[in-house]
């Protein structure tokens, strides 16, 4: 009798285990599927969705198939600790990939530093997330909040801009993008007067009165450092206003705009994104774009693209490490260099920063027939390595 | 500032104001007649702009479906709060005020999700109509023609609020529900029907509100939970209950943003909060609410 009990009481714990079985792996991917982030996070599921469907097509990896946990954090980083600790926890994880925001990012970075599994960043780029919240399992595979705008800096150096207004979303990640846009045209000899600094709050729906304030300053240009859902209600407002027929306006994510936006995407705007399908050579992404096109009848913007590259530069860190275990593949991942739908990307030792490029370039007047939206046109693909933050600073910032 | 950056700036905040003043309205009447705070009224809303972006089958396109949406969703809407009410409110109305305010937070995440099932995570967009798709211009400023016409339909329901509340039997009612609902019931209302076509009307307010925006934002789930801080700020701040404060309110916060950006623009965010605590310390109950 006792032993049954037992044998039965076995059975039920590793029913109830959630962990996945001989031949199963999971992986976590928290994410915003609510709230003002909820195309971020959506968007980036499919991605992560055709990277395991495919993954597990072509044989799963070393033997084992792969199962994506998702949760809910609605960009909120109390949620997103919660949810992810219940992956870590009862899903068992081995590896996180994250997520919608900086804030939400941070915090999974944290805990996945906690359990020592890997963590692939592919959304959310704050630069601290690789110096004052540095560990050593989490990799960033975008140019960051310091890198991406001195990337349009380095762009914009020929314009002699003398007026500067910046607008940009109210939280970590927006006042970083403002400050080191500033710092970049400093640093490229370009001493602008900053004319308005505004940080309308994540989610508005309002910003008719930032935008009758940006024209009443009567900059040379307008650096909005607002992306997804609140860039394109910025856009339809602006447009009303005329602003981008009278001043010179720089946006961000350009992909998901002109995706969003096709013909009414005002003609002549830089733009820039750090994974524009219809503009790269990466083996692979062209056809990853057809795929996506087909299941989802839609085009990628950058967060499927890079969710995508996400799960194939993790599961070649695996297949390098020869195992799941945390600490090896964090080893796998660290200065190594890694093949996917994005191109060759190496994660730097002293901040696991991939020299990811910006790309950077000017709204087309006329609708590509092939795509349905308007691409961009003189592409310039700023070179990483003129934009990284020196592994000196990084490591001076970064917790001992 | 020049002077043609001033009235830009002030028909900026005005437009801001009109949005907001729907929404308020709809709760300060509800609060009002029911004295039930409705955390879901966001909901409506969100469902007023969800519907905007919505294509049906039996709707035109263009400049005709766009006025038919205009008129057809805000109804739908109304029906949606007339179902809430008769079906979940109507039986709490007894309740302590805490299970009230719980039953209608769970209603805002009931609608949440639901509203995630029926258009999904992604956000959607609607197109302005063309007829109201191009700027006005004086001299060498512009300001969009589909945000005068918003703030034209607001003074409309701003208007036909006022008749009704005012100068007809069922405004009379309303009215009476506010100042003293036991002795209106004592006259022989039905006071279950007038609080269904009270709570119908307030959603129907936002379901218009949520119609009317959607060509302007991208319409996503979140924007319930954000209008719902502002619209209860401009409602409390005008009186719980007074659609005249409402009008009023909105027009402050609308105005004090609109400015505040340009001369507080480090604390333009949180600029409506110092408003709202401003007049509360010096009008406890609001500029025209009344201490009960």
């Given at each position: 009798?006792?032993?049954?009990?037992?044998?039965?009481?076995?059975?039920?714990?590793?029913?109830?285990?959630?962990?996945?079985?001989?031949?199963?792996?999971?992986?976590?991917?928290?994410?915003?599927?609510?709230?003002?982030?909820?195309?971020?996070?959506?968007?980036?599921?499919?991605?992560?969705?055709?990277?395991?469907?495919?993954?597990?097509?072509?044989?799963?990896?070393?033997?084992?198939?792969?199962?994506?946990?998702?949760?809910?954090?609605?960009?909120?980083?109390?949620?997103?600790?919660?949810?992810?600790?219940?992956?870590?926890?009862?899903?068992?994880?081995?590896?996180?990939?994250?997520?919608?925001?900086?804030?939400?990012?941070?915090?999974?970075?944290?805990?996945?530093?906690?359990?020592?599994l890997?963590?692939?960043?592919?959304?959310?780029?704050?630069?601290?997330?690789?110096?004052?919240?540095?560990?050593?399992f989490?990799?960033?595979?975008?140019?960051?909040?310091?890198?991406?705008?001195?990337?349009?800096?380095?762009?914009?150096?020929?314009?002699?801009?003398?007026?500067?207004?910046?607008?940009?979303?109210?939280?970590?990640?927006?006042?970083?993008?403002?400050?080191?846009?500033?710092?970049?045209?400093?640093?490229?000899?370009?001493?602008?007067?900053?004319?308005?600094?505004?940080?309308?709050?994540?989610?508005?729906?309002?910003?008719?009165?930032?935008?009758?304030?940006?024209?009443?300053?009567?900059?040379?240009?307008?650096?909005?450092?607002?992306?997804s859902?609140?860039?394109?209600?910025?856009?339809?407002q602006?447009?009303?206003?005329?602003?981008?027929?009278?001043?010179?306006?720089?946006?961000?994510?350009?992909?998901?705009?002109?995706?969003?936006?096709?013909?009414?995407?005002?003609?002549?705007?830089?733009?820039?994104?750090r994974?524009p399908?219809?503009?790269?050579?990466?083996?692979?992404?062209?056809?990853?774009?057809?795929?996506?096109?087909?299941?989802?009848?839609?085009?990628?913007?950058?967060?499927?693209?890079?969710?995508?590259?996400?799960?194939?530069?993790?599961?070649?860190?695996?297949?390098?490490?020869?195992?799941?275990?945390?600490?090896?593949?964090?080893?796998?991942?660290?200065?190594?260099?890694?093949?996917?739908?994005?191109?060759?990307?190496?994660f730097?030792?002293?901040?696991?920063?991939?020299?990811?490029?910006?790309?950077?370039?000017?709204?087309?007047?006329?609708?590509?027939?092939?795509?349905?939206?308007?691409?961009?046109?003189?592409?310039?693909?700023?070179?990483?390595?003129?934009?990284?933050?020196?592994?000196?600073?990084?490591?001076?910032?970064?917790?001992? | 500032?020049?002077?043609?950056d001033?009235?830009?700036?002030?028909?900026?905040?005005?437009?801001?104001?009109?949005?907001?003043?729907?929404?308020?309205?709809?709760?300060?009447l509800?609060?009002?007649?029911?004295?039930?705070?409705?955390?879901?009224?966001?909901?409506?809303?969100?469902?007023?702009?969800?519907?905007?972006?919505?294509?049906?089958?039996?709707?035109?396109?263009?400049?005709?479906?766009?006025?038919?949406?205009?008129?057809?969703?805000?109804?739908?809407?109304?029906?949606?709060?007339?179902?809430t009410?008769?079906?979940?409110?109507?039986?709490?109305?007894?309740?302590?005020?805490?299970?009230?305010?719980?039953?209608?937070?769970?209603?805002?995440?009931?609608?949440?999700?639901?509203?995630?099932?029926?258009?999904?995570?992604?956000?959607?967009?609607?197109?302005?109509?063309?007829?109201?798709a191009?700027?006005?211009?004086?001299?060498s400023?512009?300001?969009?023609?589909?945000?005068?016409?918003?703030?034209?339909?607001?003074?409309?329901?701003?208007?036909?609020?006022?008749?009704?509340?005012?100068?007809?039997?069922?405004?009379?009612?309303?009215?009476?529900?506010?100042?003293?609902?036991?002795?209106?019931?004592?006259?022989?209302?039905?006071?279950?029907?007038?609080?269904?076509?009270?709570?119908?009307?307030?959603?129907g307010?936002?379901?218009?509100?949520?119609?009317?925006?959607?060509p302007?934002?991208?319409?996503?789930?979140?924007?319930?939970?954000?209008?719902?801080?502002?619209?209860?700020?401009?409602?409390?701040?005008?009186?719980?209950?007074?659609?005249?404060?409402?009008?009023?309110?909105?027009?402050?916060?609308?105005?004090?943003?609109?400015?505040?950006?340009?001369?507080?623009?480090?604390?333009?965010?949180?600029?409506?909060?110092?408003?709202?605590?401003?007049?509360?310390?010096?009008?406890?109950?609001?500029?025209?609410?009344?201490?009960?």
């Amino acid at each position: 009798m006792n032993r049954a009990i037992a044998l039965t009481t076995a059975l039920v714990f590793s029913f109830a285990a959630g962990s996945a079985s001989a031949q199963e792996v999971a992986i976590g991917a928290p994410m915003a599927l609510s709230g003002p982030l909820a195309s971020v996070g959506q968007r980036a599921l499919n991605g992560l969705q055709m990277a395991v469907e495919e993954l597990n097509a072509s044989g799963g990896l070393l033997g084992s198939k792969i199962r994506l946990v998702t949760g809910d954090d609605a960009a909120t980083p109390a949620t997103a600790n919660t949810i992810t600790r219940n992956m870590v926890l009862n899903d068992r994880v081995k590896a996180i990939f994250g997520g919608s925001s900086s804030a939400t990012v941070a915090v999974e970075e944290t805990i996945a530093g906690q359990y020592k599994l890997p963590m692939m960043i592919y959304a959310g780029n704050d630069i601290s997330l690789t110096t004052t919240n540095f560990n050593d399992f989490a990799f960033q595979m975008q140019p960051s909040t310091f890198m991406e705008p001195r990337a349009v800096a380095l762009y914009l150096a020929r314009a002699n801009l003398k007026r500067v207004f910046t607008i940009s979303p109210d939280f970590s990640f927006g006042h970083s993008y403002v400050k080191n846009f500033l710092e970049g045209l400093r640093e490229n000899g370009v001493q602008p007067d900053v004319v308005g600094e505004q940080y309308p709050a994540l989610g508005s729906s309002d910003f008719s009165t930032y935008i009758a304030a940006a024209l009443a300053a009567k900059p040379d240009f307008v650096f909005v450092g607002l992306f997804s859902g609140d860039l394109v209600t910025f856009i339809k407002q602006a447009k009303g206003y005329g602003l981008f027929d009278k001043v010179a306006v720089g946006v961000s994510t350009a992909t998901d705009t002109v995706l969003t936006l096709k013909g009414e995407t005002p003609a002549n705007v830089t733009m820039w994104g750090r994974a524009p399908f219809f503009a790269m050579n990466a083996p692979g992404i062209q056809d990853f774009a057809k795929r996506h096109h087909e299941k989802h009848g839609t085009w990628p913007s950058d967060w499927p693209v890079l969710a995508y590259a996400s799960i194939q530069i993790w599961a070649e860190a695996v297949r390098k490490a020869g195992t799941f275990d945390g600490p090896k593949v964090a080893a796998a991942l660290n200065g190594g260099k890694f093949t996917s739908i994005l191109g060759d990307l190496t994660f730097r030792e002293c901040d696991h920063q991939a020299d990811a490029p910006v790309y950077i370039g000017r709204a087309s007047k006329t609708v590509d027939a092939r795509y349905g939206f308007p691409l961009l046109e003189d592409i310039t693909i700023v070179d990483p390595n003129k934009t990284m933050m020196s592994c000196e600073q990084a490591r001076s910032l970064q917790k001992k | 500032m020049s002077a043609g950056d001033v009235i830009v700036q002030l028909l900026s905040g005005l437009a801001s104001a009109a949005i907001l003043f729907l929404v308020a309205a709809g709760i300060t009447l509800i609060f009002g007649a029911m004295r039930i705070i409705n955390i879901a009224h966001g909901s409506f809303y969100m469902y007023g702009a969800m519907g905007m972006t919505t294509m049906l089958a039996l709707l035109p396109d263009g400049d005709t479906g766009f006025v038919v949406r205009l008129v057809t969703i805000p109804i739908l809407v109304a029906l949606l709060g007339a179902a809430t009410e008769v079906l979940i409110l109507r039986r709490i109305y007894n309740r302590e005020h805490l299970a009230q305010l719980l039953a209608t937070f769970a209603l805002f995440y009931i609608f949440a999700d639901l509203a995630r099932q029926i258009w999904g995570s992604d956000y959607r967009t609607a197109s302005i109509p063309g007829a109201l798709a191009g700027p006005v211009t004086f001299g060498s400023y512009t300001f969009p023609l589909y945000s005068l016409f918003i703030i034209g339909v607001a003074l409309a329901v701003g208007l036909a609020l006022f008749v009704l509340l005012r100068l007809t039997l069922f405004g009379w009612r309303v009215r009476a529900a506010v100042e003293d609902p036991e002795l209106l019931a004592s006259t022989g209302t039905n006071v279950m029907v007038l609080s269904t076509a009270v709570f119908a009307l307030g959603a129907g307010l936002a379901g218009l509100a949520g119609a009317v925006v959607a060509p302007l934002i991208t319409v996503t789930s979140g924007m319930d939970a954000n209008i719902l801080v502002a619209a209860f700020i401009v409602a409390i701040l005008g009186g719980l209950g007074s659609i005249g404060g409402a009008v009023l309110g909105a027009v402050i916060i609308g105005l004090f943003q609109a400015f505040g950006v340009i001369w507080f623009p480090k604390w333009s965010s949180v600029i409506i909060y110092f408003v709202l605590i401003m007049v509360l310390v010096l009008r406890p109950a609001g500029l025209f609410g009344r201490v009960e």
